[in-house]
């Protein structure tokens, strides 16, 4: 009777514990908990989601796949996340088709998730002690911060910012590169809150040498070994060093979502995503270009000039991707509608550019022939996507096409199909394009 006790004791723990509610959210039909229950902490999680207790819970082999798990034949999916596409489960890769990304700011159920590893086991994940470790040979005095002392130190910032995974788009390079095969919706915008990294880095001290930053997450390289980094990418210290770079504990006025790096983030608009550490540990301040994994050879990294699609690049040649290219969606309507030929159609979406604004926004319904403009709203702060929209005729029925195209405070716009080739597929920022049947 004591263990049904205690038993029933954990289950009401369970049941007040955002982190481990969060547990049930994320457990019911994910790969990770058809295979994760190493710990007997899971053990728990895993009555709650076979739905009942587990008499001969004690006989289980540990890191047994419950039955009623391993053999379902629901799809993988992670609740929580619910219209995404999903690439991968192993790590977890999903992205958001185009017209869910309709909000002005990006719903957290709605927010592409790119892992290279594995996140690390939601029972790991203590709150009150988790801690942020600023170091790293160009850091005056190195200093571990929980995050109450983040939240106390330092004063409190919010700012929507745009975070665009270096290779969304990557589908359609010609030839194919390697990697997750993305459309378009490996991007999301909405308001984190943190603090500046500016202000930790800064009471840490920052010795002049300095020249770049690096982070450390949580999560677990996809062997398991404990001793290999998943990913530790980073940015020039001047971009670290601007307003909006956010270490980040809430995401559009909640805690961050399990998948997208709670409990705290490293938040840098403008840049590939990949900068934007998830389950932040440690920060480096660094005297040179930091080199952690998957910021050298072919990592995120474009060929310094142009090259013929196909060509082999060596490593010396390839250059760090810093900002983002210009780049638009139409959110509205979805591609393949039926529109009639009597009424003006209302078209949404999201434009961005990377460290820079857009200045216009064009749209085509004659494969590029003649352009419209369309209204381009300011953005809400520096480094947050910006809302278009456009009201568009039909001269006739029969098939369109609508593009949209961008134009940036520089001048620079959006290459109509695709732009230069590269070995691993980044920056497609080719004009999105939607289907309307108009009858
Ligand atoms: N710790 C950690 N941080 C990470 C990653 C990761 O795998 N581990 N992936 C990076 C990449 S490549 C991208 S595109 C973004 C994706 O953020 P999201 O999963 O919240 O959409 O996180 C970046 N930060
Ligand atoms: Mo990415």
Redesign the pocket.
Known sequence: MAKRTEEIGLFEAYDKDPLKADLDIFGRVTDENRRGFLHKSGLMAMMAIVGSNIPFANNMPGGLIPAALANTTEPFKVVGKDGLIYLNDK?I?AEAPLHLLDDEFTPANK???????T?PAPESIDTQTWTLEISGESCENPTKFTIDELKSKFKHHTYALT??????GRAEFNPPAKGNQWGQG?V?CGRWTGVRLKDVLKSCGIKKDAVYIG?????VHLSGDPTKV????GCTIEKALEDEALIAWSYEGED??Y???FPL??VVGGW?????????RQIVIRNKEHDGE?MTGQS?RVPCSPVAAGSKVPNENMCVIESMPVKSIVTYPVSGIEHSLDNKLSLRGKAWAGDFAVKSMEVSIDFGATWHKAKINKPVNRLAWQTWHADVKFPQKGYYEVWAKATDSNGISQPVILPGWNPRGYLNNACHRIAVQVV
């Open positions: 790590p890769n927010f592409f998730i790119r892992n290279n590893g996140p975070l665009e995974c270096g290779g969304n490996a999301a982070y450390y997450g949580a999560d998943v990913i530790s990418r961050i979502p998948q997208n790096g983030r490293l590939p995503a990949s900068v934007s550490g998830k389950w932040l998957k995120y």
